[in-house]
């Protein structure tokens, strides 16, 4: 066993762990990442700074308010049509793969787009606006919609992919389930609540996950179409990190922010596995027989 | 259980992929091509894409080196420059800009001394004075202007305002008059930052003179009362509301930014360097605006010490990286040679750097020709602080130029970050 694990594992270590640990290292030095190794220790001023930066703060804010919509809407909304799509109708193939089209651009290529289609002057969204005698919005250079835009955007996105698990979730479930139960008097709103949701809760509670962990490392999207802005009002915490440590060189400083986005993602992975996924998990890293089974 | 990792096989399997795995380490750290020289310049667009281009092409043909050029947008350049910066491994010529950006590159050692090219005599020396740090110099120039206010005659025609402002009393009351008109005042690419920078620094300039921005930069301290005053005169200005729609998300030179904005003649004037006509051109995809462009110089500021003939500015240059091959002194000297100015200052719509501008620019255009009064009107010049000084405070001043326009910091916000970045540097 362990020598397939050794190729694997002496990866991990070189590419994974050494960087963790030198990332943590330099985020108690004030370093501008050249010339050798950092030597101006400054204990934890870093992270002193870090918990004073507005920025920072107002990361950690936008972290919490697209977690908070993508639960409250992009997922429900992909739950939705997952179940539509379910349904036999004509053409639902056709229509699965348009709603996933989308997830398989890559993050850069829709942040172009999307830019494009956000053009204060003569993008297609004004245009459209227009067209119904409304004025022009800032989609991206209005500080207060534009982490709105933003969502919407990531969204559109990635509705598709959680659809996708959806409608795998659904078709995993046995019809016997529902003929059983269809024959014994149940309505269609009672097969949904006792049969479907509960059976699909192992694929809610992973798209959940997914979710969060790709929020709080939200990167490229965010970076290409607004760089951040305007004045931070789209930053995310990895743009943050990035803009510190390639264009001001803060290393020190960048290591920081990474360790706190590390942390962050860590911590909610262990009590979410913990306490959410632990009956899905049997057997992982945290379950409470110590993955023996 | 036994555990198979003591088996001799298992330790040989491990091993090899151990070594395997640092071999994957090793090469991903050079990112190198197989040229023999590696060349990246920012000028993206035709005709000076191809003019970098048929250059290095010549001058391979000639040396038996290989070389691969890499044209790269601005602001990718900058990021790209900085990771390879992190690296360690500059590219063999790189373009530059001088100042503090360079200086640090210089102290950690990444960069090529080229105070003995044998062809300096054919560069006006003070073209070198930002590349030169500690008496040696880093870079070659190619160009060499100033920052002032590139504006659309015809349109300050049709809002009534016949000469150009001198003061920023005068300025800000042109602008407001633009605005009266109907014509959108002022381009600006909000989302890029630095062409704010510009504003304030002009101001800053014109406020407490440039001995006064010689000393705080000295100190590391902007508290001064000309430093807060030049923010206040740019909230002034941005309270005016004299940029375009949409400008606090919008870059410098992208089809909808400030360059296609002046070039489709929607906007009235942009604060932007000698190479802005040019970009105007390529950005909008347009021929511009022709001879309707016009140049004047950032007005004087009432009660300041700074005067209009003391210029913003700066130029292109080209640095070697440490471990160039020896070659590249050939390849600098090559692109001084004569001829190869006057091609590069001609595609390029540049300014001379050439020690004898006459024999590399016999007839400068009329943009050509502004820039060059300029710069012979010029007592003093100051280049752009986000590259003069160290990238953190750069980052900084250009970060809350932005802040300062969009009226999320107060004047005192914005001299209060200056100082604390100064103070994280020393």
Redesign the interface.
């Known amino acids: 066993m362990a020598a397939f694990i050794s190729p694997a594992l002496i990866l991990f270590v070189l590419f994974v762990l050494v960087p963790v640990l030198f990332a943590a290292y330099t985020a108690f030095f004030r370093w501008n990442g050249l010339g050798g190794f950092p030597t101006d220790f400054v204990g934890l001023e870093n992270f002193q700074t870090m918990l004073q930066d507005k920025v920072f703060l107002a990361d950690l804010w936008r972290i919490l308010l697209i977690t908070i919509l993508s639960i409250a809407v992009q997922l429900p909304m992909a739950f939705g049509l997952a179940m539509l799509l379910h349904q036999n109708f004509p053409g639902r193939t056709a229509f699965r793969l348009l709603f996933f089209v989308p997830y398989i651009l890559t993050e850069a290529v829709t942040a172009v787009l999307f830019r494009l289609i956000f053009s204060p002057r003569r993008g297609f969204a004004d245009a459209v606006l227009a067209g119904f005698g409304i004025d022009g919005i800032g989609w991206l250079s209005d500080k207060n919609i534009v982490i709105f835009v933003i969502f919407g955007i990531l969204t559109w996105k990635f509705f598709g992919f959680h659809m996708i698990l959806y409608l795998a979730g659904r078709q995993s479930i046995p019809e016997e389930l529902y003929e059983a139960a269809k024959v014994d008097g149940a309505t269609g709103k009672q097969l949904f609540r006792h049969i479907t949701l509960p059976l699909m809760g192992p694929t809610l509670r992973i798209t959940v996950f997914l979710s969060v962990i790709g929020t709080v490392q939200l990167f490229d999207l965010v970076y290409v179409l607004t760089k951040g802005g305007p004045f931070h009002a789209s930053e995310t915490l990895a743009i943050t990190m990035y803009e510190q440590g390639f264009v001001r060189n803060q290393i020190g400083y960048a290591s920081a922010l990474s360790i706190a986005m590390f942390l962050l993602s860590l911590v909610f992975a262990l009590i979410y596995q913990r306490y959410v996924l632990g009956r899905d998990l049997q057997g992982a890293l945290t379950s409470s027989d110590g993955g023996r089974s | 259980m036994r555990?198979?990792?003591f088996?001799p096989?298992?330790l040989v399997?491990?091993g090899t992929?151990?070594v395997?795995?640092?071999g994957a380490?090793a090469c991903g750290d050079s990112g190198e091509s197989d040229a023999d020289v590696t060349f990246w310049h920012i000028q993206n667009e035709d005709p000076m894409k191809s003019t970098w281009q048929a250059l290095a092409d010549e001058w391979s043909e000639e040396s038996g080196q290989t070389v691969e050029v890499s044209a790269i947008a601005v602001e990718d350049f900058?990021?790209r420059l900085?990771?390879q910066?992190?690296a360690?491994d500059l590219p063999d010529l790189y373009n530059t800009w001088g100042g503090g950006v360079l200086a640090?590159q210089v102290?950690?050692?990444?960069v090529r001394d080229i105070s003995g090219l044998p062809c300096l005599d054919k560069v006006n020396p003070i073209a070198l004075e930002s590349y030169t740090i500690d008496g040696k110099l880093y870079a070659i120039p190619f160009d060499q202007g100033v920052v002032g206010f590139w504006y659309n005659k015809d349109l300050f025609a049709q809002a009534g305002i016949t000469d150009t402002p001198t003061t920023w009393a005068e300025f800000t009351e042109d602008v407001q008059t633009l605005k009266d008109a109907g014509i959108t005042p002022i381009a600006l690419g909000?989302?890029d930052?630095w062409p704010i920078h510009y504003y304030w620094t002009y101001l800053a300039m014109r406020l407490v003179g440039l001995d006064g921005l010689a000393a705080a930069a000295e100190s590391g301290d902007f508290s001064g009362p000309g430093f807060v005053q030049a923010g206040q005169l740019l909230a002034d200005l941005a309270a005016m509301e004299p940029f375009?729609?949409?400008?606090?998300?919008?870059t410098y030179g992208?089809?909808?930014g400030e360059a296609a904005?002046m070039g489709e003649g929607?906007a009235a004037m942009e604060l932007m360097g000698q190479w802005g006509p040019q970009v105007q051109r390529d950005a909008s995809g347009t021929e511009g605006i022709g001879e309707s462009l016009a140049f004047f110089p950032f007005p004087a500021v009432e009660g300041g010490p700074g005067t209009a003939t003391e210029f913003l500015g700066g130029g292109g240059g080209f640095a070697a990286g440490a471990d160039a091959p020896d070659e590249i002194e050939d390849f600098m000297c090559y692109l001084l040679e004569e001829q190869n100015q006057a091609r590069v200052v001609k595609d390029g719509n540049m300014s001379t750097v050439a020690a004898n501008p006459e024999a590399v620019l016999p007839e400068p255009n009329h943009e050509q020709q502004a820039v060059i009064d300029a710069l012979a009107t010029a007592t003093d010049t100051q280049l752009y602080l986000d590259q003069a000084y160290?990238?953190?405070i750069g980052?900084?001043i250009n970060?809350a130029s932005?802040?300062l326009v969009?009226g999320?910091l107060t004047p005192e916000d914005f001299v209060a970050m200056v100082n604390e970045a100064w103070a994280?540097e020393q």
């Open positions: 555990n198979p990792l088996r096989r298992a399997a491990a992929a151990a395997l795995a640092l380490a900058k990021t900085s990771t910066t992190q360690g640090e102290e950690a050692g990444l909000g989302g930052k375009q729609e949409g400008f606090e998300s919008a992208e089809a909808d904005v929607l160290p990238p953190s980052s900084t970060d932005q802040g969009l999320e994280a």
